[in-house]
C-alpha cells in the first residue's frame, strides 16, 4: 500500500584546527522504513510478514534469531499511475524490526492494513 522512500545522512564530526573547528563526514545512517501492505483474506500476506518477523524473534521461545538469516537485500521500486517511470533502490541488511498486524475491524469498507518497520543497513540507488 505505502512503502517511505529512504532517507540518508551522514553524523556530523568536529575536529578542532587551530583556535577554529571543522566538520567531516562521520558515520552513515539510514532510517526505518514504514512498510504498509494491504492484508487480503485470500492471500497469505500475514502470514509471510510474520514468518519473517519470527526469524527476528520467536515469542513462543523467546529466541531472538541470527542477522545472517533474518537480513535480506531486496529491491524497493516505485512507479507512475500508468506503470512508467520507475524508481528503483536496493535495501541491503533489511529486516522487520516490529510488526503491527492492524485493527482487525470489519466494520467499515476498509482492507486490514499490516504495518511493518523495516531496518537496514544501507541503500544503494
Do not use: C, H
Not at 47 to 53: D, E, F, M, V
Not at 54 to 62: E, F, H, K, S
Not at 90 to 105: C, F, R
Amino acid at each position: 500500500d505505502t512503502f517511505d522512500f529512504p532517507k540518508e545522512a551522514n553524523e556530523v564530526l568536529k575536529v578542532n584546527f587551530g583556535n577554529e573547528e571543522r566538520k567531516v563526514a562521520g558515520r552513515a545512517t539510514y532510517n526505518n522504513l514504514n512498510l504498509v501492505l494491504k492484508d487480503f483474506a485470500d492471500q497469505p500476506v500475514m502470514q509471510q510478514i510474520l514468518a519473517w518477523r519470527r526469524l527476528v524473534y520467536n515469542p513462543a521461545n523467546g529466541a531472538i534469531g541470527y542477522a545472517s538469516q533474518y537480513k535480506r537485500q531486496g529491491d524497493a521500486v516505485w512507479f507512475g499511475p500508468d506503470g512508467s517511470g520507475s524508481r528503483r533502490v536496493t535495501l541491503v541488511g533489511a529486516w522487520p524490526s516490529s510488526i503491527d498486524m492492524g485493527s482487525g475491524d470489519m466494520n467499515g469498507n476498509d482492507q486490514n492494513k499490516i504495518t511493518a518497520v523495516i531496518t537496514i543497513d544501507r541503500v544503494i540507488a
